[in-house]
């Protein structure tokens, strides 16, 4: 499965961004889908992360209720839906995919494919 993310930029905090990963290759509606993060000088963070039917969600704690994961297997395309956006937000953001079926995982480790990074940083 080939992965590449999309939609990071500049914005203000408060505002928001909708990142897009596009998966080429493999079975996309078999995979469990997630999205990372990582900030300077920090290690990669889960952020959020979706069933291969989009039955489930799972989000880390600092992002629920402002970020929202979504997927169209029709278009094998997830998208992260990020509002109410904080400078603390401020990282390269990467998609992932897990071939492993069953519940989403929130460790990089079990994920077997990746994205580039698409930057995103909000400024205060």
């Known amino acids: 499965v080939q992965l590449q993310a999309s939609g990071g930029g500049l914005v203000q905090a408060g505002g928001s961004l909708r990142l897009s990963c596009a998966a080429s290759?493999?079975?996309?509606?078999?995979?469990?889908m997630g999205w990372f993060r990582q900030a300077p000088g920090n290690q990669r963070e889960f952020v959020a992360a979706i069933t291969s039917n989009g039955g489930s969600t799972s989000y880390v704690d600092s992002v629920k209720g402002r970020f929202t994961i979504s997927r169209d297997n029709t278009k094998n395309t997830v998208l992260l839906q990020m509002n109410s956006l904080k400078p603390e937000d401020t990282a390269n953001y990467y998609c992932?995919?897990?071939?492993?079926?069953?519940?989403?995982?929130?460790?990089?480790?079990?994920?077997?494919?990746w994205g580039q990074g698409t930057l995103v940083t909000v400024s205060s």
């Open positions: 992932a995919a897990d071939r492993s079926i069953g519940r989403v995982k929130t460790a990089a480790n079990d994920y077997d494919y």
């Open positions: 290759g493999g079975t996309f509606r078999d995979v469990v």
